[in-house]
């Protein structure tokens, strides 16, 4: 269990004021920047029976070893529900109020190592509306010796009472250089392609078929042809995605349009910049702002039970319309 060099200073802070543990922390930052792996290191520093110096945990003592193992009777841990394999990936993950019972039953007993008890809830935003209402009977009056851990993306879709009931930390995302650093260590290929994508965010998860997927429509988006559309709304819709995937993709090529219609480098897709730079001179501004308008409109819906293969026909045809600047 470790935290990542981007946040030693957060991790120091934190120690610094051990003796002092609010009965609740939310930390707070961009997805994919290392925010669970600390809080999982600051929750096994919590339980653990003879901490190092810095207040980090041993990893050696008992507790240690049960949570390392995944099996501390001490440790709770709330997290959507995942699909199983190849099915449901079009569902908004959502962690439901039974969920949330269940654990509440257990915080209110005797903790087995008669120590502090730790509760994992991540990522906040994923609670129903009935789940963040039992959480927050709970943090309004917690029990003695239990620690809340709330990681979240995005702080402003949790409940306003329940971020007054927790001490806020922000954990910032890597420098530009820092996660290159790491991806080239892990021996990623194209590391800076795929770090201008997830802005970024370097503990993206691998997805080779989406990544060509996704080059595939930029390559389409570039020169599009009607046929092609087609063909390709298809194959998107076979692969099982999410319309929010193509709503993200799609919307990150025309920030990069937008950005070259006002003479500014790409952001997402820094590879495209030419192809980027070429639809910008053919296209007008306030078309390019009204297409980007009917994509914030469908975002609500990107993981609705729509028609997701419709749903992309429409889009890239009203796309091609841009385009053509017709």
Same mark, same amino acid.
């Given at each position: 269990?470790?935290?990542?060099?981007?946040?030693?200073?957060?991790?120091?802070?934190?120690?610094?004021?051990?003796?002092?543990?609010?009965?609740?922390?939310?930390?707070?930052?961009?997805?994919?920047?290392?925010?669970t792996a600390?809080?999982?290191?600051?929750?096994?520093?919590?339980?653990?029976?003879?901490?190092?110096?810095?207040?980090? $945990?041993?990893?050696?003592? %008992?507790?240690?070893? #049960?949570?390392? @193992? /995944?099996?501390?009777?001490?440790?709770?841990? +709330? *997290?959507?529900?995942?699909?199983?394999?190849?099915?449901?990936?079009?569902?908004?993950?959502?962690?439901?109020?039974?969920?949330?019972?269940?654990?509440?039953?257990?915080?209110?007993?005797?903790?087995?190592?008669?120590?502090?008890?730790?509760?994992?809830?991540?990522?906040?935003?994923?609670?129903?509306?009935?789940?963040?209402?039992?959480?927050?009977?709970?943090?309004?009056?917690?029990?003695?010796?239990?620690?809340?851990?709330?990681?979240?993306?995005?702080?402003?879709?949790?409940?306003?009472?329940?971020?007054?009931?927790?001490?806020?930390?922000?954990?910032?995302? $890597?420098?530009?250089?820092? %996660?290159?650093?790491? #991806?080239?260590? @892990? /021996?990623?290929?194209?590391?800076?392609?795929? +770090? *201008?994508?997830?802005?970024?965010?370097?503990?993206?998860?691998?997805?080779?078929?989406?990544?060509?997927?996704?080059?595939?429509?930029?390559?389409?988006?570039?020169?599009?042809?009607?046929?092609?559309?087609?063909?390709?709304?298809?194959?998107?819709?076979?692969?099982?995605?999410?319309?929010?995937?193509?709503?993200?993709?799609?919307?990150?090529?025309l920030l990069?349009?937008?950005?070259?219609?006002?003479?500014?480098?790409?952001?997402?897709?820094?590879?495209?910049?030419?192809?980027?730079?070429?639809?910008?001179?053919?296209?007008?501004?306030?078309?390019?702002?009204?297409?980007?308008?009917?994509?914030?409109?469908?975002?609500?819906?990107?993981?609705?039970?729509?028609?997701?293969k419709m749903?992309?026909?429409?889009?890239?045809?009203?796309?091609?319309?841009?385009?053509?600047?017709?």
């Amino acid at each position: 269990m470790m935290i990542y060099p981007w946040h030693a200073s957060q991790w120091r802070q934190l120690a610094a004021h051990w003796q002092n543990q609010p009965n609740a922390w939310l930390f707070t930052g961009r997805e994919n920047t290392g925010k669970t792996a600390f809080a999982r290191f600051t929750a096994q520093a919590l339980l653990c029976e003879t901490p190092a110096a810095g207040c980090e $945990p041993c990893g050696s003592c %008992a507790s240690c070893h #049960l949570f390392l @193992q /995944g099996a501390h009777p001490d440790f709770y841990e +709330l *997290a959507p529900e995942m699909p199983e394999e190849g099915a449901g990936s079009r569902k908004l993950l959502q962690i439901k109020i039974d969920a949330v019972r269940g654990i509440v039953e257990q915080i209110y007993l005797t903790g087995v190592r008669g120590g502090r008890r730790v509760v994992l809830v991540h990522p906040a935003e994923a609670l129903n509306v009935q789940a963040a209402n039992g959480l927050l009977k709970v943090l309004e009056e917690p029990p003695p010796h239990v620690v809340f851990l709330l990681v979240t993306h995005n702080r402003d879709k949790l409940l306003p009472t329940i971020k007054s009931r927790c001490r806020q930390m922000l954990l910032p995302a $890597p420098t530009r250089d820092e %996660a290159l650093r790491y #991806l080239e260590a @892990q /021996g990623v290929d194209d590391a800076a392609s795929l +770090l *201008a994508f997830h802005s970024g965010a370097p503990l993206f998860r691998p997805a080779p078929e989406a990544d060509e997927m996704r080059a595939e429509l930029i390559r389409l988006l570039a020169a599009p042809r009607l046929l092609a559309m087609l063909d390709y709304a298809a194959e998107f819709d076979k692969q099982k995605q999410p319309l929010a995937v193509f709503i993200d993709w799609l919307h990150k090529w025309l920030l990069d349009v937008a950005l070259a219609q006002q003479g500014m480098p790409p952001l997402y897709y820094p590879d495209f910049a030419a192809q980027s730079a070429q639809t910008a001179a053919k296209t007008d501004a306030g078309r390019l702002f009204a297409l980007t308008g009917r994509l914030n409109t469908l975002a609500p819906y990107g993981y609705h039970t729509l028609s997701v293969k419709m749903q992309v026909e429409a889009l890239l045809a009203d796309y091609l319309e841009f385009w053509q600047n017709k």
